[in-house]
């Protein structure tokens, strides 16, 4: 990675001493936390993965064996290993296997192809891609073969679950390891742990660096706040390359001793099944998730009663939603939380069905986090009156991959800029309002579109452009395109996603809805009003359809 002196004297400058004398950062890896959960319950089922359970003693097993085959394979501490891999427990092995050599963990969502996979594996410095050889109809091995053929990024491939001939097996680079292997114990909790992209307003993703330590934290917090424990249960729909799927379908189980079921694909019937099969009780995802399922269980007066706690975030949730969900649940708490890939989770709602109308119409309160709300002048803003969130603590990121990008994010007293906009209650809660950034955030994700701007740019017919979110009934926004054209020039929608798909960009970013305009707006300093362009882009608003990277009608994938 390009910034490890970056990073190293952002950990300087923090209080990390003071964090660990009072035991906020533990001082523990994900792999120290495996070998004492090992040491408790070897035999406890950890994971569960379609038909197949995972013991403790088999993912350390395995863990230990994968990181042994990654030091063979030529990877010291420090080196990067990245996987683009569905919700399987390979996913989770690759983490452990990190922890014990030392290595940084690098997820990359599914959804990203070649323009977005290709940027990330030359931006980490990758050694190694793990990858299916196809899911969801996308041949994943063949991607990887251009990208390492174009020669932007050196890495070497690797295939899990091949059923065919490809040069490197993910079983094969797990090497035989009894069980009383000792630890590797290469990994240090103030080493990055986590290189993860997250896309902004300038297009390119940004990697968050974060360690053990910052990790923890955001665990303990969260741990702590809800009450969770062994006796716990977690269903995980999100991606475990997301960051909320990272956090509570990898860590939170090693470190509370509580298994996981995984999904690789949202169905809401098979949801249920599951929450029911295995007494699950924690649950979180984007407001698709959390909406669906809520309808399901009115529609078929199942209440889902193990089910405690459905947290929600990563998109706009709507209040009425969280409401049809506490009624139509049982015995559990539905509410909202706000926190991004650097931040992870700034406030943790409102957990309690006594609070129901709080938990619908808040974010919940701050935990963990040093919280100002700044106003345009950055100054802090009246008490109740909107401002910019600026947040420093424990579980924020050390930075960013590329330094460069540090400076506008993080201020001279250590405060993260968010771009969100916000307002607190009288209770201490937070109500987001709206955003300074002009990210779209499709059913979790968010999107540049900056980036996509840039491709359509490149069309002949097209003189101007500009994308903003749109409201969609399911994913919450979806991306707009505004196009002055050209005297003479003709363009529809068809055509436009015609040329995007020979861009590499993922489906998922292509606009749903192109408005030929004569003229975009702009102020006097020549930036486009997109304020105004969202506006009007709100009279648009889809039915609710939409399509994956196949050009299927999508199934949520967070």
């Known amino acids: 990675m390009s910034a490890t002196g970056e990073w190293k004297a952002r950990l300087a400058a923090l209080p990390a001493e003071a964090w660990k004398t009072d035991g906020i ?35 350390r097993r395995r863990a230990l064996g994968l990181a042994a085959g990654l030091a063979e394979f030529g990877l010291g501490r420090g080196d990067v290993v990245s996987f683009q891999l569905p919700n399987w ?12 050599g030392g290595f940084v963990c690098n997820p990359i969502v599914p959804i990203y192809r070649e323009a977005e996979v290709g940027h990330i594996l030359a931006d980490a410095g990758s050694r190694v891609f793990i990858v299916p050889e196809t899911f969801r109809g996308y041949d994943y091995v063949a991607m990887a073969g251009r990208l390492a053929q174009a020669g932007a990024a050196r890495f070497e491939t690797v295939v899990a679950r091949a059923s065919g001939a490809v040069d490197r097996r993910f079983e094969a680079l797990v090497l035989p390891a009894p069980d009383g292997a000792p630890a590797a114990g290469h990994g240090r909790a103030d080493d990055v742990k986590l290189l993860m992209y997250t896309s902004g307003t300038t297009g390119r993703a940004k990697g968050v660096l974060h360690s053990h330590n910052t990790i923890g934290a955001e665990i303990r917090n969260f741990i702590r706040h809800l009450d969770l424990g062994a006796r716990d249960v977690v269903l995980m729909p999100s991606p475990l390359s997301h960051i909320t799927g990272y956090l509570y379908g990898i860590q939170l189980p090693v470190t509370v001793g509580c298994k996981v079921v995984l999904m690789e694909a949202w169905d809401t019937a098979r949801a249920a099944d599951l929450i029911d099969e295995h007494g699950v009780t924690f649950t979180i995802g984007a407001t698709p998730f959390l909406q669906e399922l809520a309808a399901y269980a009115a529609r078929s007066g199942r209440r889902l009663p193990s089910l405690r706690y459905f947290a929600s975030g990563g998109a706009p949730v709507p209040p009425e939603i969280v409401e049809r969900a506490n009624a139509a649940f049982e015995n559990c708490a539905a509410f909202r939380l706000y ?39 950055g100054n802090d803003a009246p008490k109740g009156a909107e401002g910019e969130i600026v947040t420093r603590g424990p579980e924020v990121c050390l930075g960013y991959s590329d330094p460069a990008h540090n400076a506008a994010a993080f201020d001279a007293e250590g405060y993260f800029h968010t771009g969100d906009l916000a307002r607190m209650t009288p209770e201490g809660c937070l109500v987001i309002t709206g955003r300074k950034k002009d990210l779209i955030i499709r059913g979790g994700e968010n999107l540049g579109p ?6 359509i740019y490149k069309m002949p017919a097209v003189r101007d452009a500009a994308v903003v979110a749109m409201r969609h009934a399911r994913l919450g926004e979806t991306a707009c395109a505004f196009v002055v054209l050209h005297p003479g020039a003709a363009l529809d929608l068809p055509e436009l996603v015609g040329f995007l798909e020979k861009s590499g960009l993922a489906r998922q970013k292509f606009p749903e809805r192109l408005e030929i305009v004569s003229a975009l707006p702009y102020t006097a300093a020549g930036k486009v009003r997109k304020d105004l362009l969202r506006e009007r882009a709100q009279e648009f608003a889809p039915a609710g359809k939409a399509f994956d990277e196949n050009g299927k009608e999508e199934k949520v994938t967070r």
């Open 450 to 455: 900056k980036e996509i701007e840039d491709e």
């Open 25 to 59: 950062w533990e001082g523990l890896t994900v792999a120290d936390r495996l070998e004492t959960l090992h040491a408790r319950a070897p035999d406890m089922t950890l994971v569960v993965d379609g038909g197949a359970t995972h013991t403790v003693a088999a993912l």
């Open 89 to 100: 427990h390979e996913a989770v092995l690759i983490d452990l296997a990190c922890s014990y």
């Open 339 to 377: 926190g991004s890939t650097e931040a992870p989770t700034v406030t943790l709602g409102v957990p309690d069905r006594a609070q129901a109308r709080l938990a619908a119409t808040t974010e919940g309160f701050v935990v963990g986090h040093e919280v100002r709300l700044l106003d345009l002048d």
